[in-house]
Structures are given as structure tokens and as C-alpha cells.
């Protein structure tokens, strides 16, 4: 199965900051990547596929690059209703698999 | 509007068995495949199973290989997970979602509690 991390676990920042968050997948995935939102007590919620696309609806200070095996979902300038989990999602080959999520909370 | 909505969870004991449902609305179900996505108390996301459009296609994480089996009826809009030989690792809130790898759709999820 193909391995996923992020970096970091979880971080800390203010309202307005510029958020990146990095993924990395143990083999070439091409651009099969996925990024999610997740709040406490509710489904996860699909920001970003195919590493750079964004999904219908979700605001354009969300962005996301990177090919191959690194990856990264940046948030430009951060929100009170951003503070949330993050996870990214190999969809390359089965089983498809997460990483283990990034908190992002409030400095 | 796309809705999904799970049922089934609920407290059973290690060995025992559940089966969960997802009642889809808000979009033509037979068209699309569908998975199962789980996440234990604290953790992260987990895929469990995924179903082609026709059930002719299934995949499942090594996990529950040859324990959970998952299937769906087109003509009433569900998607189930029949759950056998339970294990206190199962023990997770398991989301249905839309889609072959971007799960662009998903449900509230059912908490399955796996405890003697």
C-alpha cells in the first residue's frame, strides 16, 4: 500500500496568516491527490482533487500543487472557519489512503 | 441536493455481526459507485470498500478482507456493509461516500462500537 504523510501533525496561527501544509507519498502518484477539510463531529469535506483542482464552491483562497510524490495545500489567508483538520488522500492505486491529518488551531 | 445517510451502528460484541445502510437521495445512485470510509474514536480517515456502479467492481482494505462484504440495490437508492467477526478495531463512525477516489459526497456516518 502506498504510505501518505503530513507535516505538519498540527500548527498554530492567527486569522489572516498564509497556512501550508505538505504531503508526501512513499511512491509516484502522478497527480492523484485529494485534500480534505474535516470539523469536529462532521464528515469530511473535499477542498482540492487532482493535487491542484479546486472543488465546485470552495473559496479560492484554498490552493493546492505538487506532482509525483510531494504535495502541498496552502490556505493564502486563513479564516476563523478554516480552523479545522486536513487531510490528504492517494488515489492512484488501491487501497486508497490518507495521511494522518493536520489540526490547524487557533495561536 | 445530494444526501447521504447512514444507519445501522450500534454496540455489538467482539465476533458479532451489523449491518450498516446508506440511503442515497438527490442524485441518480445507479450511476455512480460508492465506498465505505471509517474513522475510530480520535483517529483518521480510513477507506474500507469500494462498489462499481453495477456491483460488478469491489474492493477492500486488507483489514477487513474476508469479513466485511459490501453490496447495494439500485432500485432503492442504498448502498450496505454487512459486517461479520467483529473486533474492537472496528470500532469507528463509517461514512458512506460518492465516488471512485475523490469521495466528493458523503454521509453523517453511524458509530459502530465494538465492546463485550
Known amino acids: 500500500a502506498i504510505r501518505i504523510t503530513q507535516s505538519p501533525s498540527s500548527l498554530s496561527a492567527s486569522t489572516g496568516d498564509r497556512v501550508t501544509i505538505t504531503c508526501r507519498a512513499s511512491?509516484?502518484?502522478?497527480?492523484?491527490l485529494a485534500w480534505y477539510q474535516q470539523k469536529p463531529g462532521k464528515a469530511p469535506k473535499l477542498l482540492i482533487y487532482a493535487a491542484s483542482t479546486l472543488q465546485s464552491g470552495v473559496p479560492s483562497r484554498f490552493s493546492g500543487s505538487g506532482s509525483g510524490t510531494d504535495f502541498t495545500l496552502t490556505i493564502s489567508c486563513l479564516q476563523s472557519e478554516d480552523f479545522a483538520t486536513y487531510y490528504c488522500?492517494?488515489?492512484?492505486?488501491?487501497?486508497?489512503?490518507f495521511g494522518p491529518g493536520t489540526k490547524v488551531d487557533i495561536k | 441536493e445530494v444526501q447521504l445517510v447512514e444507519s445501522g451502528g450500534g454496540l455489538v460484541q467482539p465476533g458479532g455481526s451489523l449491518r450498516l445502510s446508506c440511503a442515497a437521495s438527490?442524485?441518480?445512485?445507479?450511476?455512480?459507485?460508492m465506498n465505505w470510509v471509517r474513522q475510530a474514536p480520535g483517529k483518521g480517515l480510513e477507506w474500507v470498500s469500494y462498489?462499481?456502479?453495477?456491483?460488478?467492481?469491489?474492493y477492500y482494505a486488507d483489514s477487513v478482507k474476508g469479513r466485511f462484504t459490501i453490496s447495494r440495490d439500485n432500485a432503492k437508492n442504498s448502498l450496505y456493509l454487512q459486517m461479520n467477526s467483529l473486533r474492537d478495531e472496528d470500532t469507528a463512525v463509517y461514512y458512506c461516500?460518492?465516488?471512485?477516489?475523490?469521495?466528493?459526497?458523503w454521509g453523517q456516518g453511524t458509530l459502530v462500537t465494538v465492546s463485550s
Open positions: 511512491q509516484g502518484i502522478s497527480s492523484y
Open positions: 488522500q492517494q488515489y492512484y492505486s488501491y487501497p486508497f489512503t
Open positions: 438527490g442524485f441518480t445512485f445507479s450511476s455512480y459507485s
Open positions: 462498489i462499481s456502479s453495477s456491483s460488478s467492481t469491489i
Open positions: 461516500a460518492t465516488r471512485e477516489g475523490i469521495f466528493d459526497y
